[in-house]
């Protein structure tokens, strides 16, 4: 099983770009690095997905340097609405021996 | 789309009681796995089906039944509630795009007390 590593928590403020890191050193070559979203009392959502190099969507980049050891989430112009739990997962889908694990997540809390 | 839905949202349970927790989705999603999440915890694997008629074990298991008869529904039985089992419950589907990527969706969780 791929282990992450995230930071705890991350103070930010409102319109200030934010990056969490996350370290996942047992990465296997089918595994795929995803975001997840989560707010109190809610499921996690899907935020962004990558494999290798940089990916963007209307809500955020993922990079991804060559040995795939680590990868960066970034969320410009933060606003008060993204506080929240960020989760890193490293996986491949369920099957075949793989099982897709969560680490603690990171808390961010946005300040006005 | 629905998406995922999970019935009951609240449940509270006496040790040694046992009962079902429901998930469906309307997706046509192949896989379907359930979470437990403890209070300022990450999410933690239970069981998971990567089609009808085919599940597996995932993190933590014991304790759990699971059962996958259609593509729709899959429901997680506590066979023996304990109090470990208070818990945050978490369903979730997904489909494979390309290669070996996919897209996991969640439902909204069903809050279990066993007292």
């Known amino acids: 099983l791929a282990k992450t590593t995230q930071p705890i928590s991350m103070d930010s403020y409102e319109g200030q770009e934010v990056n969490i890191t996350c370290s996942h050193n047992?990465?296997?070559?089918?595994?795929?690095i995803t975001w997840y979203q989560q707010f109190p009392s809610q499921g996690p959502r899907f935020i962004i997905q990558?494999?290798?190099t940089k990916v963007t969507n209307e809500v955020a980049s993922l990079f991804i340097p060559a040995d795939r050891k680590s990868s960066t989430l970034s969320l410009p112009r933060v606003s008060l609405s993204d506080t929240a739990v960020y989760y890193c997962l490293v996986g491949a889908l369920p099957g075949a021996g793989n099982k897709l694990t969560f680490g603690g997540g990171t808390r961010v809390l946005v300040k006005p | 789309n629905a998406g995922v839905t999970q019935t009951p949202k609240f449940q509270v349970l006496k040790t040694g009681q046992s009962m079902t927790l429901q998930c469906a989705q309307d997706m046509n999603h192949e896989y379907m796995s359930w979470y437990r999440q403890d209070p300022g915890m990450g999410l933690r694997l239970i069981h998971y089906?990567?089609?009808?008629?085919?599940?597996d074990q995932g993190e933590v298991p014991n304790g759990y039944n699971v059962s996958r008869s259609t593509t729709e529904d899959f429901p997680l039985r506590l066979l023996s509630a304990a109090p470990s089992q208070t818990s945050v419950y978490f369903c979730a589907s997904s489909y494979r795009g390309r290669g070996f990527s996919y897209e996991q969706y969640f439902g909204p969780g069903t809050r279990l007390t066993v007292t």
């Open positions: 990558g494999y290798k």
């Open positions: 047992n990465i296997a070559t089918n595994d795929y």
């Open positions: 089906s990567v089609g009808a008629g085919i599940t």
